[in-house]
């Protein structure tokens, strides 16, 4: 019989091992949290930032462990980065419980929504999280090509400028991502400024005449492929492929040519278009799942009834 716990000292260690044995994991930098793993449940909910582990364990042996990490503390976001159980250990309802153990406790202390992004082929892992009351929200698309240095110039030197992220610019960058989700998205998707305040390499694009950021982009630099993701005001998507140049050519760039991934949410449709204009070939798809959780309502006072009137229950 399992249990579900957070880690303690020798589990670190352990977990190290099975996240070098798979490599498919894509956590890779635990490690640097090991001190606050420690004291996770000292910490209250709204106020970590690293990610968060779970494990499974039987007896001292950890047969699966859950990551994940906070979006949003605006509209209480968590995603779910990872659900790992052994392949001995499999079949056994192992990452089902770790699942609707994160969902039950962080639940309950107000987390509204949980994301995550799960390869459209990996179908035991989509039906895992459609037990647990995931729903498909959309898809992401990961668009790959091998470019040369680009010109992109033109952009630069008429009037728009990229420049590099800084905190004043996070209210404006949240708003804007806001603007390019579907209205009906937004509660579970839309991601606070201290998201983006969290991100390394990232760059706006100001209208100079308007001093007003219409874009914002994110590049993670890699040795074989630099991948990107980009947005754009509702009111400029035409400019997405001067924008998707310019990075290429200002930011990843290091040699006569590399490989750069774009990451694209198909509601984006300007951006998708322009990328299958451009060359980009289509090497991945995920779907972004969301499970929300409903808060009930502790306390309902009764109706007061009117005289002579039976009192009305409350509902």
């Not at 930098?29 to 004291?39: G, H, S, T, W």
């Not at 729903?135 to 420049?163: C, H, I, M, P």
């Not at 969290?198 to 993670?220: F, H, P």
């Not at 798809?285 to 009764?302: H, M, S």
Request: hydrophobic share 40%; net charge neutral.
């Amino acid at each position: 019989m399992f249990k579900i716990r957070s880690p303690q000292f020798d589990d670190l260690k352990k977990i190290k091992e099975i996240i070098c044995n798979n490599p498919h994991v894509i956590i890779h930098e635990l490690p640097l949290y090991k001190f606050a793993y420690f004291i996770q449940n000292l910490i209250p909910y709204n106020l970590r930032f690293f990610p968060s582990i779970h494990i499974a364990v039987e007896e001292k042996n950890i047969l699966g462990f859950v990551i994940l990490e906070s979006l949003s503390k605006s509209n209480n976001c968590w995603q779910i980065d990872e659900v790992f159980v052994l392949d001995e250990s499999r079949n056994k309802g192992i990452g089902e419980e770790l699942l609707r153990y994160v969902l039950s406790v962080y639940g309950s202390h107000g987390v509204e929504h949980f994301l995550a992004e799960v390869d459209s082929q990996n179908f035991p892992a989509l039906s895992l999280f459609h037990q647990c009351g995931f729903r498909r929200y959309a898809k992401v698309g990961f668009y790959k090509k091998n470019v040369e240095a680009l010109n992109a110039t033109s952009l630069l030197d008429k009037d728009f400028t990229l420049r590099p992220q800084t905190n004043n610019d996070l209210a404006e960058i949240e708003k804007l991502e806001l603007a390019s989700i579907p209205p009906d998205l937004r509660p579970a998707l839309g991601r606070a400024k201290e998201y983006f305040k969290q991100k390394k390499n990232t760059t706006v694009l100001i209208d100079k005449s308007r001093n007003l950021i219409i874009g914002w982009g994110q590049i993670e630099l890699s040795g074989e492929s630099n991948c990107i993701e980009i947005l754009l005001s509702p009111g400029w998507t035409h400019l997405y492929e001067e924008f998707l140049n310019t990075i290429i050519s200002e930011y990843t760039i290091k040699a006569n040519n590399c490989n750069v991934i774009v990451k694209a949410f198909d509601y984006l449709t300007d951006l998708t278009e322009v990328l299958t204009k451009s060359g980009f070939l289509q090497v991945e798809v995920k779907e972004l799942l969301v499970r929300t959780i409903w808060q009930r309502v502790k306390e309902r006072k009764a109706k007061k009834a009117k005289l002579g009137a039976p009192s009305i229950a409350p509902t």
